[in-house]
């Protein structure tokens, strides 16, 4: 675990997404699991030596299963944006480790078989805060890997923990995107209000100005060229090229350079198929 302030740790060496605690007088705020469920039991064993209040809950910062799949296995109450809440009310209750490779993380863990989702069991809109301790835990939407995603902020740390917002030399997932939003999100966090802010990313660890907007140069890029194919039938060749032409932004190692051609293959697919057929409502299935 890696110490951001004396009562925040982040832990960054699992499988999937950097996880997040909280320790308060009342208890431990989690934000996001382990898609391992195995690993989220070790991580839910590690969190026991922490201290702090004796109540527990997840926070989910969206939906997606790299950091959903190992939620049940937290054993606590879990909270997330109410559009994600309806995400799992249109999955089936169990989890199954086959289907379409989407570049995501969670499929290079071995065994995972069945796994039972845990949906959230309380949900917001726009912002709800816990008071746990004398400092306040702010969640807040952010819509943009997913029209679901939220940030949690600690104004007293000049903390905030923005999920899939900016990755860390690594592909953003865009099946379920909305790039108009997410744009909008990462000027916000270049702006005077997180002036000062430790952003911790979920794909990265703590993020500098220069990753935000190397990010945000990036989804422009993305959304620039999207709009001139959208304005035409989807066409998976000119997908493939630009697959290729994003991949040079990246400094991968060869082992993850499939993985990370896979997550822009499917993203920039059913991205471009949801906006020929006109939906509203992106999907979180990624």
Request: one cysteine or more; hydrophobic letters at 40%.
């Amino acid at each position: 675990m890696q110490e951001i302030t004396k009562n925040i740790q982040i832990e960054d060496q699992l499988p999937g997404v950097t996880l997040g605690v909280i320790i308060t007088q009342r208890g431990l705020i989690q934000i996001d699991a382990p898609p391992s469920p195995e690993d989220a039991r070790s991580w839910r064993a590690a969190l026991m030596n922490l201290g702090g209040g004796m109540e527990r809950v997840l926070i989910n910062l969206d939906a997606h299963p790299d950091r959903t799949l190992g939620a049940r296995a937290m054993d606590c109450t879990v909270i997330a944006h109410e559009k994600t809440a309806n995400t799992f009310r249109t999955r089936p209750s169990t989890f199954k480790a086959q289907g379409e490779e989407t570049g995501a993380d969670w499929e290079s863990i071995a065994g995972l078989g069945s796994v039972r989702w845990a949906p959230p069991e309380i949900s917001f809109l726009d912002q709800m805060t816990l008071h746990w301790s004398d400092s306040p835990v702010v969640l807040e939407h952010h819509a943009g890997p997913s029209d679901g995603s939220i940030w949690v902020r600690l104004p007293e740390e000049k903390i905030v923990f923005i999920g899939d917002a900016v990755l860390k030399n690594q592909p953003p997932f865009l099946a379920g995107a909305n790039l108009k939003a997410w744009l909008t999100s990462l000027e916000l966090l270049l702006e005077a209000p997180y002036k000062g802010y430790t952003i911790i990313s979920s794909r990265g660890g703590m993020m500098t100005t220069a990753a935000i907007k190397t990010q945000y140069d990036f989804l422009k890029h993305i959304y620039d060229k999207l709009d001139k194919i959208t304005t035409k039938k989807p066409n998976p060749a000119a997908i493939e090229k630009l697959v290729a032409s994003l991949l040079t932004w990246f400094k991968a190692p060869a082992a993850r350079q499939k993985q990370f051609a896979q997550r822009l293959r499917y993203g920039l697919l059913h991205y471009n198929a949801r906006q020929d057929r006109g939906a509203s409502a992106p999907s979180e299935e990624e």
